[in-house]
């Protein structure tokens, strides 16, 4: 029980709060929590306890390499009961909310595979065989090797003259008008999502603004076929 020595210490790290709590209009207690991580490029990490699409019960932030503290954070919130329930915009504020949306984002999920208790965006699981007061320890360590690892993929895309295909990547979804047609360009530009956290400000702002125009076809192809 270690773990919660300091849980009011803890506690105190959850923005999700009675002042901006949202009453849920239909029964959480048989969602599955899950929980989402978003990495920014100055190495914070937002850590989101997601009961399902509509309400959250945990957002905290944190440097990444804080490995003792962001420990507590998981461990807090996997084994802890939540009453209190909001939506990310009113727990970090909409300014906020809109800067982090641009973070590179992964989830950490419960699995259905048998003996597993997390799958993990690390290329590995985390094990029923485990001492689960350890899942905490594990989660906080793999963040900064992950961030590495993303680090790298960046780093070998910008040598390869990447900026200038972004360019025209822009160029292409700017001029378009059906969602269809860039439907594949922009299934790459997705599996590209590390680039948010790249050095060099160029890229991430070329990277974003593909996103942002590949987000404004999507939604106006939605509009049409509702």
Avoid at 54 to 74: A, G, M, Q, R
Avoid at 88 to 113: F, Q, T
Avoid at 118 to 127: A, D, S
Avoid at 198 to 218: F, G
Wanted: aromatic fraction near 12%; charged fraction near 25%; glycine fraction near 4%.
């Amino acid at each position: 029980m270690g773990m919660f020595n300091n849980e009011f210490e803890i506690r105190n790290y959850n923005l999700v709060t009675e002042s901006n709590q949202v009453i849920p209009n239909y029964d959480l207690d048989s969602k599955e929590l899950s929980i989402v991580l978003y990495l920014s490029p100055d190495e914070t990490v937002c850590i989101i306890g997601k009961v399902d699409n509509n309400y959250i019960c945990w957002v905290s932030i944190t440097n990444l390499n804080d490995v003792e503290k962001n420990t507590k954070i998981f461990n807090y919130i996997a084994n802890t009961h939540f009453a209190v329930f909001s939506q990310e915009s009113l727990a970090v504020g909409h300014e906020m909310y809109d800067e982090i949306r641009n973070w590179y984002k992964c989830e950490i999920i419960r699995p259905i595979r048998k003996g597993m208790t997390w799958r993990t965006p690390f290329g590995h699981y985390y094990g029923e065989t485990n001492d689960i007061n350890h899942h905490g320890q594990f989660l906080a360590t793999d963040i900064p090797s992950f961030y590495k690892e993303l680090l790298a993929k960046c780093s070998f895309r910008i040598q390869s003259g990447y900026t200038n295909i972004l360019r025209n990547y822009l160029g292409l979804l700017t001029k378009e008008t059906e969602y269809n047609k860039m439907k594949l360009l922009i299934s790459i530009l997705e599996q590209e999502s590390y680039l948010r956290l790249s050095p060099d400000k160029t890229v991430r702002e070329l990277y974003l603004k593909c996103m942002k125009q590949s987000d404004l076809l999507y939604n106006r192809y939605m509009d049409r076929v509702r």
